[in-house]
């Protein structure tokens, strides 16, 4: 329980520096409240050095296993597995990427799929990386065949890391270019691209959990997509970012209360997703999924870019804050995940 005394020393200070006494408050004292949850992780992640799908894993752990990946397969005649790093985090680390496809060509359609956009939703990080090893155990061959795919496991690495050192829920990145950086580091990443940026659920002020930046496009993880679309543009048939907040699949549009030009064909396609799928999951447009509008998210930035596939597949809470998942329940949420992603896949190959 935090001090009273505390938290008005805390309201003063914002109150000081000019910055609006919103949600965030709240927030952070709920933050502290978790360090007990997060030192347990750091205990239990620090020394593992055997990646399963059983547990939860640091940043650096996660970059090890998938060169390791990429070293098994640098060889090989019929897989191509490349680690691509696409930035450095504000904090210094490489921001990477796993491209995965046979050898047959290098035009074949591209499925994206990006995980640990807000890095308090650790589940989502060993669901995508178990969409590699599904894609590698020679049982998905018409997948690998069909499409390149490129999987992003942590979008947001600081913020990853720092939920496993301070604040289990910090829902940012670690970057400190704002007037407030020093103060109230960090943005959400999810709130940064450019499709009616800043308009709902998102803020200007620095130290809100909504933060959507200085301008769209200002944090390096956020252009990665951007490059990836640069690059790839025409080619990119499906994007699906993987969160843990809902227990429902989504698709466009999210910043406003109506369904793109695609709707029957999403519709139709998360139908068999949640068909595919053990546990019971909702499906629907966005921003009535979530109960809200919410601009400046990557699925709508990638649909309004002209790709025609674009999800959400929510990951159903657990407990009373929804995003921290028991480790014993990782396996059955990390299939679930691979049912939804490769059934979509199948169905519009």
Request: glycine share 6%.
């Amino acid at each position: 329980m935090v001090p009273q005394s505390l938290q008005t020393w805390f309201e003063e200070k914002l109150v000081e520096l000019g910055v609006e006494k919103d949600v965030y408050i709240e927030d952070v004292f709920e933050y502290i409240s978790t360090k007990e949850e997060t030192s347990e992780s750091i205990s239990r992640n620090v020394d593992n050095t055997t990646f399963s799908f059983n547990d939860y894993y640091r940043y650096n752990q996660i970059l090890d296993y998938v060169k390791s990946l990429e070293a098994t397969y640098e060889n090989s005649s019929s897989i191509n597995l490349r680690v691509i790093e696409g930035g450095t985090t504000s904090e210094g680390r490489p921001l990477m990427y796993i491209k995965l496809s046979n050898r047959t060509e290098d035009t074949k359609p591209i499925i994206i799929v990006e995980a640990g956009i807000n890095p308090r939703e650790w589940i989502t990080v060993p669901s995508s990386l178990n969409i590699v090893t599904k894609l590698l155990d020679g049982g998905s061959n018409r997948l690998l065949s069909g499409f390149e795919w490129i999987i992003i496991p942590v979008l947001n690495p600081d913020g990853y890391e720092y939920t496993h050192t301070n604040l289990r829920l910090w829902t940012k990145s670690r970057s400190t270019q704002s007037n407030l950086g020093a103060i109230c580091p960090g943005v959400n990443i999810n709130r940064n691209f450019n499709i009616d940026w800043l308009a709902f659920d998102s803020s200007s002020s620095p130290c809100s959990h909504l933060y959507g930046g200085i301008m769209a496009f200002s944090e390096v993880e956020s252009r990665l997509i951007q490059s990836l679309l640069e690059e790839y543009g025409s080619r990119i048939r499906m994007y699906i970012s993987l969160q843990n907040n809902g227990g429902f699949i989504s698709y466009p549009w999210q910043y406003e209360r109506a369904a793109s030009g695609m709707f029957v064909q999403h519709h139709i396609l998360g139908m068999r997703m949640i068909d595919a799928m053990e546990e019971n999951y909702d499906l629907g447009i966005a921003s009535i999924a979530y109960g809200d509008r919410a601009s400046g998210t990557s699925a709508d930035y990638m649909r309004n870019a002209g790709i025609l596939y674009t999800f959400n597949i929510d990951v159903a809470p657990r407990g009373e804050s929804g995003v921290i998942v028991p480790r014993e329940e990782i396996p059955r949420i990390t299939e679930d995940v691979w049912r939804a992603v490769s059934t979509a896949a199948n169905s519009i190959l």
